[in-house]
């Protein structure tokens, strides 16, 4: 039975942790991304070491460009900060200048430092953020240049990914529109045409690009979405299943907690904004069950492991910084929507994990992760092609504005 019911040192709680994921945001991510990640030129850097060493040869992704998008938009409707929907506003006019392609639809994948088109394969991924984004800026401020975008992006996903036969959405194409060989997002993905992590951004998508446009296309989309991920990709074990052909047949057995945890909320929200009252009821009874399997990867001092390799399989122990950022969000709804203690618990245990080893109280923003053995991963990116606010940030705006 869904509870709701909150003690009043849980609110108590709940509100400190709000008043510190505010100062989070305000003092440690957000300026580091302002400061660090623009050219004086115009436009933005593409990558920033573990080392704190700024590479100004690198290519500029598509994918933390739309992230950044999001996340100053979002600050900006949340916050009312000036510089945040100035950020906001550069990033959406890099987007619409470098890469949106005005010819065949779509935005490519990456540009060359001085915003040339360099991959410009259409990843339906990085389409679906770029939605994401040009939607939450659509919701912070009324511009109906972003809406105008937004749509024409649904428009390019559903006339080109949509699969009219066994549902979901292809992952890759060429810029033309035309088949490709290598679909994957990154070298660890498996090449297949289907993946849950595709369709848990286009739901993500969708849902943000519905709050601001009762489309009864889009309406019928998101209701789609919610459905593929209980008949196509949720397993009875809770765990989401990665990787599928055309056919949905999956043959991985990789366990990914972060995308678990994440799921567990995202899918949550998209019923939510959806609005269908049977479509919340059978989603609801899901989410305890995919937050549980999720927290199979919670380690004793409160971090999430990134993932295993079947239930008995060889662990990556890594803690890394995008999942805790889900392991808070994920465990504090189900405080929030369905009155679990322990999900406040857990989020407490994770943010206290968080400021301990993963914020990087000198240089500013959060590390990639913590290695197995404790000490900090440089190796990785500070911020780059993967490395954005977006993880981060929305966790201190979900939890600031859950708390209002």
Request: aromatic share 12%; hydrophobic share 40%; glycine share 8%.
């Amino acid at each position: 039975m869904k509870s709701t019911d909150k003690t009043s040192a849980e609110l108590l709680a709940a509100q400190a942790l709000s008043r510190q994921m505010k100062k989070e945001l305000q003092e440690n991510i957000l300026p580091y991304w302002m400061k660090s990640m623009c050219r004086p030129e115009g436009g933005f850097y593409g990558r920033i070491s573990g080392m704190e060493e700024t590479d100004v040869q690198a290519p500029v992704g598509g994918i933390m460009t739309a992230r950044m998008l999001w996340t100053f938009a979002s600050a900006y409707r949340l916050l009312g900060n000036e510089e945040y929907l100035e950020m906001a506003r550069k990033a959406m006019d890099f987007i619409l200048t470098h890469f949106y392609d005005s010819v065949f639809g779509g935005t490519y994948w990456s540009v060359n430092p001085d915003g040339s088109p360099l991959d410009t394969k259409k990843q339906i991924y990085a389409i679906a953020f770029t939605i994401y984004g040009l939607a939450e800026l659509n919701r912070a401020t009324g511009d109906a240049k972003a809406l105008e975008y937004a749509i024409k992006l649904f428009n390019d996903i559903e006339d080109h990914s949509f699969d009219t036969e066994k549902d979901g959405y292809f992952e890759a194409f060429t810029r033309e529109w035309a088949q490709i060989e290598d679909m994957r997002l990154s070298d660890k993905d498996a090449n297949e045409s289907k993946t849950m992590n595709t369709h848990l951004h286009v739901l993500e998508a969708y849902t943000c690009l519905y709050r601001v446009w009762k489309n009864p296309l889009l309406e019928k989309r998101l209701k789609g979405l919610i459905e593929i991920f209980g008949k196509h990709i949720l397993a009875e074990d809770g765990h989401l299943k990665l990787f599928f052909d055309d056919d949905w047949n999956c043959g991985y057995d990789t366990l990914s907690y972060g995308h678990d945890i994440e799921a567990s909320w995202l899918i949550h929200e998209a019923a939510l904004v959806l609005g269908d009252a049977e479509v919340l009821e059978r989603i609801e009874a899901l989410v305890p069950h995919i937050a549980d399997a999720a927290c199979e990867g919670f380690t004793p001092e409160g971090g999430m492991i990134y993932e295993r390799h079947g239930k008995d399989g060889e662990a990556d122990m890594d803690r890394h910084w995008w999942v805790q950022a889900e392991t808070v969000v994920g465990c504090f709804n189900l405080w929030d929507h369905f009155g679990m203690s322990e999900g406040l618990e857990n989020a407490l245990m994770c943010w206290e994990f968080i400021k301990s080893g993963i914020i990087d109280k000198e240089s500013g923003e959060w590390f990639w992760s913590l290695r197995s053995d404790g000490t900090v991963n440089r190796d990785d990116d500070k911020a780059g092609f993967w490395k954005c606010p977006y993880h981060n940030g929305r966790m201190c705006m979900e939890i600031i504005e859950r708390c209002r």
